[in-house]
């Protein structure tokens, strides 16, 4: 996996693109914390969930199926039930979905670990990209202060972290110059 701070950022720059104009704190947490579910599975070393299993790390919760999922409630949460099938319901609904999914997606671009069921639970296949330039991280914070975790930092900051900034700069200009 990138690590969670990087899951976490690419939600931050969801939200500065995308702002909400309701429940604007709720959006802005709910993106930055929609990104980083998908890792929570790692839970599932503690009980003894094989890694390959359906329930394992970069399993189920990592499909787009679960992003979806994700998706439903991150909308119920900041524009209430009863609007979710709306034309705004479905701008939410697709915004945490791609959100949520950004996630198995940079890891299925990672060079380690078992590949990510993005398909499941349709195809439970353990996908990687063709391309896969983001180092994988350790699991575990102490491993993470190694020559291993700076190695994944650098790979984040030049694969992730600089191309989105350049996104966001990009559209925060044309914001600028569309205004004038
Ligand atoms: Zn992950």
Redesign the pocket.
């Known amino acids: 996996?990138p690590t969670i701070i990087t899951h976490a950022y690419t939600g931050m720059i969801g939200a500065s693109i995308f702002t909400s104009k309701v429940s604007k704190l709720k959006f802005w947490l709910l993106s930055i914390v929609c990104p980083v579910i998908?890792?929570f599975d790692v839970i599932g070393f503690k009980l003894g969930i094989p890694y390959a299993n359906f329930w394992g790390?970069?399993g189920f919760f990592?499909s787009l199926a679960f992003a979806f999922l994700v998706a439903v409630v991150a909308t119920i949460i900041v524009i209430s039930v009863q609007n979710v099938f709306t034309r705004k319901g479905f701008g939410f609904l697709f915004y945490f979905w791609v959100l949520t999914a950004s996630?198995?997606i940079l890891?299925a671009m990672t060079s380690g670990g078992l590949g990510i069921a993005l398909l499941a639970p349709f195809d439970n296949t353990r996908y990687f990209f063709p391309f896969t330039p983001i180092a994988v991280s350790p699991i575990g914070v102490s491993r993470f202060f190694s020559a291993w975790g700076w190695r994944v930092m650098k790979s984040e900051l030049l694969w992730v972290w600089a191309p989105l900034a350049v996104v966001l700069l990009c559209q925060k200009s044309l914001r600028v110059i569309m205004r004038k």
């Open positions: 996996m998908p890792d790390h970069r990592h996630h198995g890891d």
